[in-house]
């Protein structure tokens, strides 16, 4: 089942590449609220990076700002990752579509 919904960005669906899907990231204007609904309906989702990478200790040394990397910085609350593991049969993946396609009517 495949649904579309506009205020999604979905990255990585280029035919000429070929993903290994580690993670799969929308982008969206609402995250903590999609996040929030998610949970509440049993789908596990997550933000990886929730700190931005340039500003992660390991990179402290390089003093960077926040203002330094807007695009990091926007992007950064915009991202979602729905779940992606080997095991999610075609009847989980069509419930976590219906459940983001829900968040949005």
């Known amino acids: 089942m495949c649904k579309e919904i506009e205020?999604?960005?979905?990255?990585?669906?280029?035919?000429?590449?070929?993903?290994?899907?580690?993670?799969?990231?929308?982008?969206?204007?609402?995250?903590?609220?999609?996040?929030?609904?998610?949970?509440?309906?049993?789908?596990?989702?997550?933000?990886?990076?929730p700190i931005r990478l340039p500003m992660q200790s390991a990179y402290s040394y390089l003093r960077?700002?926040?203002s330094d990397f807007p695009e990091a910085l926007y992007k950064s609350c915009r991202i979602l990752s729905p779940p992606m593991v080997p095991e999610l049969t075609t009847k989980q993946q069509d419930?976590?579509?219906?459940?983001?396609?829900?968040?949005?009517?």
């Open 7 to 49: 205020d999604i960005t979905v990255y990585g669906l280029d035919p000429k590449l070929k993903a290994v899907y580690h993670l799969f990231v929308i982008e969206i204007e609402h995250c903590d609220d999609l996040k929030k609904h998610l949970q509440m309906n049993g789908v596990a989702c997550g933000i990886h990076y």
């Open 64 to 66: 960077c700002k926040e």
């Open 95 to 105: 419930y976590v579509i219906d459940k983001i396609a829900e968040f949005y009517r």
